[in-house]
């Protein structure tokens, strides 16, 4: 059954891809195309721009974190997820509502006597994409290199320190070689991210991007290959930088000293113990802005050239749930998330118990097949699914995705999200003896009955942390959802909230009230992951 189900929802997407859009002449009038060559080319610098953006963030962070205890550590640390209750596409309307033409930043400017600036215009969308991108996904580097930090030996650093080296030098010879793992997991997992992120240039307009592009050939299919081999290089690149950032993390430096004395934080007193978590709060306060301008229009009556809304009201989240697309796509959402976790929770605890315990023959493609959804982007999944069912007539019995999506979407979800059941339950399996199973194996317990009666009871934490990543990530997932649905009636949450922002109109509003909701969601399923795991949360983003 577990090869059915990696056969059916991960490796046929993918072959009908590489089979539709593997074609050199394709590929090479493709580059040909200014426009599709242009695409790619900003797609690559808009995520190598917002891997920088990340990596300026979040450094820092994690060394202050690591060195010095200070006022406000524990609140500053547990705030870290903060920027991620809400997904960037929905934050790109409180980003506007910032930096559009008649935002609160040209409020500010006309006050002063100013002139309007246009930041979101031609260029401007590029950088507006890169900003709120990394300050959705710094968190994730932060805990890959909190966790690299954390294995550092600190003697080394004393050693060097009473050598006479300086702090710099330390940190470029010692620190830096040590946290590298941290780095290109963390970084790497960035930027294909950034890499193939459909929603926030399409809610930005910003469509010389090859995600965006992709979406706008979803209608030529069955006539144009050209979809297929914009589709098939993003998955190439994205491969390629996984495998990259796999090989490069691979026989670390930091591992070497894994298991050493860990450092003890430097008390800071006086008005020091307050600087860092200014640097904190600043950080975590600007990434929250767009979280905050949403709050503000959602609940606001007129929000038109001021810095603060005119008036009150209620009646945004009255207007939301009187809406026909919002009600129905929250059950819509719940029944594609609770079926893609419940497949993705068996898929991916059968997965790491064949390869942390049973260690069956062929256990290792397992694991490398529940992995490989994080090489492939969402995008390239969802195309992939939805050109199975436009080429095989099987696939579109099944899974149709005009008159009943639920189980396209729910495999769609599921596969996106297995690497994350699987990284919680092989971990809670390293830390559990395998006395017990070997006990009862030996009085003649077969395996089934040994996983249910010993080894779920002992995994209970690590599956129900699998299950709310999936569960949550796939009430809010984009591509997908933009991608595979096309009748209003099957709208997931997220495609209602794009569908509402595209409305003249109050449709802004409307959908930033839904999105409030999406990010108090968010913020509960992150706040019980982090309460359950805490600093353990980190493995969950690392390769």
């Given at each position: 059954?577990?090869?059915?189900?990696?056969?059916?929802?991960?490796?046929?997407?993918?072959?009908?891809?590489?089979?539709?859009?593997?074609?050199?002449?394709?590929?090479?009038?493709?580059?040909?195309?200014?426009?599709?060559?242009?695409?790619?080319?900003?797609?690559?610098?808009?995520?190598?721009?917002?891997?920088?953006?990340?990596?300026?963030?979040?450094?820092?962070?994690?060394?202050?974190?690591?060195?010095?205890?200070?006022?406000?550590?524990?609140?500053?640390?547990?705030?870290?997820?903060?920027?991620?209750?809400?997904?960037?596409?929905?934050?790109?309307?409180?980003?506007?509502?910032?930096?559009?033409?008649?935002?609160?930043?040209?409020?500010?400017?006309?006050?002063?006597?100013?002139?309007?600036?246009?930041?979101?215009?031609?260029?401007?969308?590029?950088?507006?994409?890169?900003?709120?991108?990394?300050?959705?996904?710094?968190?994730?580097?932060?805990?890959?290199?909190?966790?690299?930090?954390?294995?550092?030996?600190?003697?080394?650093?004393?050693?060097?320190?009473?050598?006479?080296?300086?702090?710099?030098?330390?940190?470029?010879?010692?620190?830096?070689?040590?946290?590298?793992?941290?780095?290109?997991?963390?970084?790497?997992?960035?930027?294909?991210?950034?890499?193939?992120?459909?929603?926030?240039?399409?809610?930005?307009?910003?469509?010389?991007?090859?995600?965006?592009?992709?979406?706008?050939?979803?209608?030529?299919?069955?006539?144009?290959?050209?979809?297929?081999?914009?589709?098939?290089?993003?998955?190439?690149?994205?491969?390629?930088?996984?495998?990259?950032?796999?090989?490069?993390?691979?026989?670390?430096?930091?591992?070497?000293?894994?298991?050493?004395?860990?450092?003890?934080?430097?008390?800071?007193?006086?008005?020091?113990?307050y600087l860092p978590g200014i640097f904190f709060g600043a950080v975590t306060i600007m990434a929250i802005l767009p979280h905050i301008a949403l709050l503000l229009i959602a609940f606001s009556q007129d929000y038109y050239g001021t810095i603060l809304p005119g008036s009150w009201t209620l009646a945004n989240f009255q207007n939301a749930l009187g809406d026909k697309l919002v009600v129905p796509s929250i059950f819509n959402s719940l029944r594609y998330s609770l079926t893609a976790t419940l497949l993705a929770v068996t898929a991916g605890t059968l997965c790491a118990v064949l390869v942390v315990r049973w260690k069956v023959r062929g256990a290792v493609l397992f694991d490398l097949l529940s992995m490989?959804?994080?090489?492939?982007?969402?995008?390239?999944?969802?195309?992939?699914?939805?050109?199975?069912?436009?080429?095989?007539?099987?696939?579109?019995?099944?899974?149709?995705?005009?008159?009943?999506?639920?189980?396209?979407?729910?495999?769609?979800?599921?596969?996106?999200?297995?690497?994350?059941?699987?990284?919680?339950?092989?971990?809670?399996?390293?830390?559990?003896?395998?006395?017990?199973?070997?006990?009862?194996?030996?009085?003649?317990?077969?395996?089934?009955?040994?996983?249910?009666?010993?080894?779920?009871?002992?995994?209970?934490?690590?599956?129900?942390?699998?299950?709310?990543?999936?569960?949550?990530?796939?009430?809010?997932?984009?591509?997908?959802?933009?991608?595979?649905?096309?009748?209003?009636?099957?709208?997931?949450?997220?495609?209602?909230?794009?569908?509402?922002?595209?409305?003249?109109?109050?449709?802004?509003?409307?959908?930033?009230?839904?999105?409030?909701?999406?990010?108090?969601?968010?913020?509960?399923?992150?706040?019980?992951?982090?309460?359950?795991?805490?600093?353990?949360?980190?493995?969950?983003?690392?390769?």
């Amino acid at each position: 059954m577990l090869s059915l189900f990696f056969a059916v929802f991960l490796l046929l997407p993918v072959g009908t891809v590489i089979a539709e859009g593997c074609s050199w002449q394709i590929i090479v009038s493709l580059w040909e195309n200014p426009v599709y060559r242009g695409g790619l080319i900003n797609s690559f610098l808009l995520a190598i721009l917002t891997t920088l953006l990340v990596f300026v963030l979040a450094l820092p962070l994690a060394l202050l974190s690591d060195r010095y205890d200070f006022r406000g550590k524990g609140l500053w640390n547990a705030m870290i997820l903060a920027p991620m209750i809400l997904p960037p596409f929905v934050g790109a309307l409180g980003f506007q509502q910032i930096f559009g033409y008649y935002g609160v930043l040209n409020t500010i400017i006309t006050a002063w006597g100013g002139c309007r600036i246009d930041f979101l215009g031609g260029d401007g969308k590029f950088f507006a994409v890169a900003l709120i991108e990394a300050l959705h996904l710094y968190p994730i580097l932060y805990l890959n290199l909190a966790a690299a930090l954390a294995n550092c030996d600190p003697a080394l650093n004393e050693a060097a320190r009473n050598l006479g080296a300086s702090v710099w030098r330390r940190f470029f010879t010692i620190t830096l070689p040590l946290i590298r793992p941290g780095i290109l997991a963390g970084g790497s997992l960035v930027l294909i991210w950034s890499f193939t992120e459909l929603g926030t240039p399409l809610m930005f307009g910003f469509t010389r991007v090859t995600p965006v592009q992709v979406f706008d050939g979803l209608s030529e299919l069955e006539s144009n290959p050209m979809p297929y081999a914009l589709v098939l290089v993003m998955m190439i690149v994205s491969s390629l930088l996984y495998l990259a950032g796999r090989l490069l993390t691979g026989g670390s430096g930091a591992s070497a000293v894994k298991g050493a004395s860990t450092s003890v934080a430097q008390q800071l007193t006086g008005i020091k113990a307050y600087l860092p978590g200014i640097f904190f709060g600043a950080v975590t306060i600007m990434a929250i802005l767009p979280h905050i301008a949403l709050l503000l229009i959602a609940f606001s009556q007129d929000y038109y050239g001021t810095i603060l809304p005119g008036s009150w009201t209620l009646a945004n989240f009255q207007n939301a749930l009187g809406d026909k697309l919002v009600v129905p796509s929250i059950f819509n959402s719940l029944r594609y998330s609770l079926t893609a976790t419940l497949l993705a929770v068996t898929a991916g605890t059968l997965c790491a118990v064949l390869v942390v315990r049973w260690k069956v023959r062929g256990a290792v493609l397992f694991d490398l097949l529940s992995m490989l959804p994080l090489a492939i982007p969402g995008i390239v999944m969802a195309f992939g699914f939805l050109g199975m069912t436009v080429k095989f007539s099987w696939a579109s019995a099944i899974f149709d995705p005009v008159n009943s999506p639920l189980w396209l979407l729910a495999g769609a979800y599921a596969i996106r999200r297995i690497p994350y059941v699987v990284r919680s339950v092989a971990s809670g399996l390293e830390q559990t003896p395998v006395v017990l199973e070997e006990a009862a194996l030996s009085v003649g317990a077969s395996r089934q009955r040994v996983f249910f009666k010993i080894l779920a009871p002992l995994l209970t934490a690590n599956l129900l942390i699998g299950g709310l990543f999936a569960f949550s990530f796939s009430m809010l997932e984009v591509s997908d959802s933009l991608v595979l649905v096309q009748k209003s009636a099957f709208y997931p949450i997220t495609k209602a909230i794009f569908e509402l922002s595209q409305v003249l109109g109050a449709g802004g509003v409307t959908a930033s009230a839904f999105g409030v909701w999406t990010m108090v969601f968010m913020a509960a399923t992150l706040g019980a992951a982090s309460a359950i795991l805490g600093k353990k949360l980190g493995a969950l983003f690392r390769f």
